[in-house]
């Protein structure tokens, strides 16, 4: 590895610390290196506060070292005025020398001039440094940018023998075919993302709250895919600990493929990411459309004998974990 792989790499690192805050922001993370010494580090602050270079900057104590340093980023520092103002502008006030990139912004209001604007100033600047990594890294954003629609994640749990739900059920709660570690994962995974979506049948049949009560994050927004004809005002989709958007026919039409309107939507809304845990039916609508990014399934040791079918695809498998006794397997489009 060499040594700006090395500090890119880290900026990988420390750029995670934004996973779940900075949306629909890139989760950006920069050094700032001095004789091989990081003397500054910074990730992207929550959703419009200061950018990872900016917050990079701020962290040096002695400013003047700035105009003999050199600054990683994983992502092109931005030349537009949004939020706040431009991450290039900054840079060049500081009169930092060289740059060093991951990746380019794929972003119509970025792409390339960033770049183009510290080279016209003069400074050295790299391009394409762990250029795979940073972009898998910025997955949500790109998918966000290029597809126009959220990165799309599938989340199931199924038993030993294939099914999701049993066939009859006693009340109105989720059966678990989880330990309480993996459930708590899940809870980890939806702070980590902006949206989560279910359908009204998930909603009637187990009513859940699709919070992160079992872990420290932010709630995603709860979207519900269904008719409007279904009164849902004493199921826990409506308290107050997050919000709650229905996906009715008002928005869907339902006679036509569903996944599609649902991506559009949220593009438009400008959600970047989403997880669905719905039943299989509304997971079946996003992989025979095509419309999913990553799966996430668990297999626990129980059995129903009978019940609803786990959802049927096909994707590479990328890792597989234990967690006691629950196997978790994760997919990606192939």
């Not at 059966?175 to 279910?198: C, D, F, M, P």
């Amino acid at each position: 590895m060499t040594q700006d792989e090395k500090y890119i790499h880290r900026c990988l690192q420390i750029g995670t610390n934004g996973l779940g805050s900075t949306r629909p922001n890139p989760m950006v993370g920069s050094v700032i290196v001095l004789n091989n010494e990081i003397i500054g580090e910074g990730f992207t602050s929550p959703y419009g506060g200061p950018h990872a270079e900016v917050n990079a900057i701020n962290s040096v104590k002695y400013k003047d070292a700035l105009e003999k340093a050199t600054l990683y980023v994983t992502l092109e520092p931005c030349s537009h005025f949004g939020k706040t103002p431009p991450c290039s502008d900054l840079i060049l006030e500081k009169r930092i020398p060289r740059i060093v990139i991951g990746c380019m912004d794929d972003n119509p209001t970025v792409a390339g001039r960033g770049i183009e604007k510290l080279k016209s100033a003069g400074c050295d600047v790299m391009v394409g440094i762990l250029n795979e990594e940073c972009k898998k890294h910025h997955r949500r954003f790109f998918t966000f940018v290029n597809k126009k629609r959220p990165y799309i994640i599938l989340k199931w749990a199924e038993t030993s023998d294939g099914f999701i739900a049993p066939i009859e059920k006693k009340e109105q709660n989720p059966v678990w075919i989880t330990n309480g570690y993996s459930r708590q994962l899940v809870h980890k995974w939806r702070a980590e993302e902006q949206a989560i979506l279910v359908g009204t049948k998930t909603v009637m049949a187990d009513n859940p709250s699709l919070t992160v009560r079992d872990w420290h994050g932010n709630n995603p927004t709860r979207y519900i895919l269904g008719t409007s004809d279904i009164n849902m005002t004493d199921f826990q989709i409506r308290n107050n600990e997050a919000t709650t958007v229905l996906l009715n026919e008002d928005i869907i039409d339902f006679k036509q493929p569903v996944a599609a309107q649902v991506c559009n939507y949220l593009f438009n809304n400008d959600v970047n990411s989403i997880i669905i845990e719905g039943g299989t039916t509304t997971l079946q609508s996003f992989i025979d459309e095509g419309l999913w990014d990553e799966a996430r399934v668990f297999k626990g040791t129980g059995e129903f004998k009978n019940g609803t079918k786990a959802p049927e695809f096909y994707g590479k498998l990328i890792s597989s974990h234990n967690y006691l006794n629950d196997t978790l397997k994760i997919y990606e489009q192939n």
